[in-house]
């Protein structure tokens, strides 16, 4: 189970769909049961007595049903939860990435590269400048190598996605998004971008399941 901080206080917690109902109940009597619960299309809120909340919001597809009640229900994140999915992954690091198309936490078809990109120098004047030209080239060859993947793997599969995941570093993603080639698959794109250590296959297998879990934002009263 994955435990980051999130801005403006609070942590974020991954949970299995298997497991949502014990970890609630555990949250329920760590803080002294639950008041209400309230859904609205894109928001699933749960409120404990001390005033503690744990917030999913949605990612996929909207919630339903909406409203509010009283105590603990979990019919409408249980639902969404456990649809399923067949979503797109993009993961690039400079130097590396790795594309495949994933059903409910399994890689149905993938391709991943790794490419040597020097890191950067510590010499001065022109070896410096020579450097910093080299690894440059090596950069924009690995990244046209990336979006090149992204295009023959996910662009042709678009029709059949429900959306794209993203992972790995953010300016790398950036110069892909630049690719207009790829302008479908990062509208179909959800928010979060998964952070990732360089894009392997295995890496690309992990993150498969990590989509399939919720990430629940508890903030204390």
Do not use: Y
Request: aromatic residues 4%.
């Amino acid at each position: 189970m994955r435990v980051r901080p999130v801005e403006g206080g609070g942590r974020a917690v991954e949970v299995a769909p298997a497991l949502l109902a014990g970890w609630f109940d555990r949250f329920a009597s760590r803080h002294g049961g639950v008041r209400a619960t309230a859904v609205s299309p894109r928001r699933f809120v749960v409120t404990a007595e001390d005033g503690t909340t744990a917030a999913v919001d949605a990612v996929f597809a909207d919630f339903a049903p909406t409203g509010e009640s009283a105590g603990l229900d979990l019919r409408p994140l249980t639902g969404a939860a456990g649809a399923s999915r067949r979503v797109g992954l993009v993961l690039v690091r400079l130097g590396g990435h790795s594309v495949g198309v994933a059903c409910d936490g399994e890689v149905l078809v993938s391709t991943t590269d790794n490419r040597q990109v020097h890191g950067r120098s510590k010499a001065g004047g022109w070896s410096q400048r020579r450097f910093a030209r080299r690894r440059e080239g090596q950069a924009r060859v690995a990244l046209r190598a990336a979006a090149d993947d992204v295009a023959r793997v996910l662009v042709p599969r678009l029709p059949e996605l429900d959306a794209v995941v993203l992972g790995g570093d953010r300016q790398a993603l950036d110069v892909l998004r630049a690719d207009p080639r790829l302008a479908g698959v990062f509208a179909r794109a959800v928010e979060r971008v998964f952070d990732v250590p360089e894009p392997r296959r295995a890496v690309l297998d992990e993150v498969a399941e990590r989509v399939r879990a919720v990430e629940i934002v508890v903030r204390d009263a």
